[in-house]
């Protein structure tokens, strides 16, 4: 490749390629559908359908290796995932990485300016992205700051590891031995062939401590220094380049965590400024910091500080909500008490005037990619054969506080666990590596009870604002309608009312394996005794709102509502 073609491939433009698509009034309007490009589909449509009489005969070795999903395989499946009810994606990252290596995670980016191959073309991303916004889909890239590949090494090739903040002397970049791989290069724009712009402190091995879980090496890939004006400068560069190459309508932030609140900051401002400047006023950052609600806030919202000062600005919009995936699960599987569930929500008063506006700063989920912190990990469904299960977690996600978000393969049932992400990270398009240990069959069922059964739960929250915006209570129970109470175990109803302006709807799930018929508490002053609650998943089942007298002396009204073993429903007062 000629110089002239290499500068005109690896320069950064910021002009939109044609007119762009407006953000979303609100997030929390959106359903978001979270894939990794090489394991949802390759775009073979001769595959035939999975089946559970099929032998298990997969080599588990086949999920270290690419396996060959592209783009253009998702533009394929753009209305599997409409018809689910999906209405943003949230794409692993699509960068170039380096040939040879099994990063088909897409996490160790050498070349920032350019699609990797093996997933497609600069023309197949802009053209999944025309294809989403034409069927009303918004497309969120996952984008890495804190770290580029195993571009270069420490001296003498051999690992290096944290060692109290000890700064190790630059080895050798390593070269490519194709030309073909970012013209020989060993990282890609050539600014970041510095080797300043690197902490170079080595591996980390405590993953809890601070500083070297921002100071050190995330396993082999290389730690940037974003502390470095002239870093943070290139990647706010480089992630504007993309909204303007392909109009992106977000990003999702990798190990966010790992890096300075204020430069996340930085980052998430001038990103934000540049979308507002050309028509996406709305463009949705959120970022991936694992812990508590106190440990997130740092980064979330106007919370983030200028060192050395108090000054606060923009940060992220929201962040994945660790704290709930940590007890969600637990408790629809009748693990845990659900008044860990309760206290979750109770810290939103600590932080948010607005329990409502709450919803705003977190993408809510129950399966992910890599499953920080879980030994063994798996998927919600790992040894767990109640798939009604998995739809009580996902219908908890559509009904409750957040911007909800499902994992593909979730609404298919898989089941993958193991000691290594590459079990939670199954094919949906069959291949070496299909889920439920098999090969050589797709997974695209829209007829699969969960697909189905989530499809209807989602467009009952699209049609209903109090279950995208509305505060949240849980509500007390009662077996005999006398004596009531916040359930304290796991064969429990667990109910919740979402509450918005004048309108009330309240969801009931029956954790239990048998049926139960409990009196559930609703709000005196917006559902009146007498009036009767219809079921929206059921339309034509309704409930009588009865006025229930407390052994406590109080009265409150109440709906005595029946459910099947661990099934759902949602009540809203019929007019």
């Known amino acids: 490749m000629s110089k002239n073609r290499r500068e005109d491939r690896n320069r950064v433009d910021f002009q939109p ?36 009489s099929l032998p298990r005969d997969r080599d588990d070795s086949e999920g270290d290796r690419w396996q060959g999903g592209t783009l253009k395989g998702v533009s394929k499946k753009m209305d599997y995932i409409k018809g689910l009810g999906c209405t943003a994606i949230w794409l692993s990252p699509i960068f170039r990485n380096r040939d040879g290596e099994n990063t088909y995670h ?57 060692c109290d903040g000890q700064r190790f002397d630059f080895g050798f970049w390593r070269r490519s031995d194709t030309p073909e791989e970012g013209d020989g290069g060993s990282v890609l724009p050539r600014e970041f062939e510095n080797p300043e712009w690197y902490r170079r402190k080595g591996e980390i091995r405590n993953w809890d401590a601070f500083p070297e879980t921002r100071d050190g090496d995330f396993l082999s890939l290389k730690d940037l220094d974003t502390s470095n004006k002239e870093v943070l400068k290139a990647l706010i560069d480089v992630y504007k380049h993309w909204i303007a190459e392909a109009d992106i309508d977000g990003y999702r932030l990798d190990a966010a965590k790992h890096l300075e609140e204020s430069s996340t900051a930085i980052f998430c401002n001038a990103i934000r400024e540049y979308a507002q400047r050309i028509g996406k006023k709305n463009f949705f950052l959120f970022g991936e910091i694992v812990g508590e609600d106190s440990f997130i806030d740092q980064y979330i919202g106007r919370n983030a500080r200028i060192p050395g000062t108090n000054e606060r600005f923009p940060s992220l919009d929201a962040a994945l909500d660790f704290p709930l995936w940590g007890v969600l699960e637990w408790v629809i599987k009748g ?20 329990r409502g506006e709450a919803g705003r700063r977190f993408v809510t989920f129950v399966d992910n990619h890599d499953q920080i912190g879980r030994s063994p990990k798996g998927r919600f469904l790992f040894e767990d054969p109640h798939q009604d299960q998995a739809l009580l977690a996902v219908g908890y996600l559509l009904t409750s506080q957040g911007i909800p978000c499902i994992y593909y393969g979730t609404e298919q049932g898989f089941d993958g666990g193991g000691d290594h ?155």
Not at 34 to 42: A, S, T
Not at 114 to 139: M, N, S
Not at 143 to 158: F, K, L, R
Not at 459 to 472: C, D, F, S, T, V
Request: glycine residues 10%; proline residues 6%; charged residues 30%.
């Open 421 to 575: 992400d590459k079990y939670l990270r199954e094919c949906m398009f069959g291949g070496g590596w299909g889920a439920f240990k098999t090969t050589g069959h797709h997974f695209f069922n829209p007829e699969h009870p969960l697909y189905r059964s989530i499809s209807r739960i989602a467009e009952i929250r699209k049609r209903e604002p109090a279950l995208r915006y509305g505060r949240q209570y849980f509500r007390e129970v009662s077996g005999d309608g006398r004596n009531f109470g916040h359930p304290i175990d796991g064969r429990c109803t667990l109910a919740y009312s979402r509450v918005l302006d004048d309108t009330e709807i309240l969801v009931a799930m029956n954790l239990d394996c048998e049926p139960r018929e409990e009196y559930v508490t609703v709000d005196r002053n917006l559902t009146p005794e007498g009036g009767k609650m219809e079921d929206l998943l059921r339309p034509g089942d309704s409930f009588s709102v009865l006025s229930a007298g407390g052994a406590d002396g109080g009265e409150r009204h109440a709906v005595c509502v029946p459910l099947a073993g661990r099934s759902m429903a949602i009540l809203k007062l019929i007019p």
């Open 106 to 162: 897409g996490y160790g980016t050498q070349n920032f300016l350019e699609v990797d191959p093996r997933f497609g073309t600069v023309k197949d991303l802009q053209d999944l992205v025309k294809k989403a916004h034409k069927k009303g889909i918004r497309v969120i890239l996952d984008v890495v700051m804190n770290h580029t590949g195993d571009n270069w090494a420490y001296p003498g090739g051999y690992p290096y590891y944290y």
């Open 17 to 52: 390629r044609g007119e762009v698509y407006p953000s979303p009034s609100d997030w929390r309007d959106q359903f978001i559908y979270h894939l990794m490009v090489d394991r949802f589909n390759d775009g073979d449509e001769k595959r035939p359908a999975y089946e559970e």
């Open 335 to 354: 693990f845990r008490n659900p008044a860990a569930l309760r206290e979750r929500y109770a810290r939103f008063s600590d932080i948010y005037a607005d």
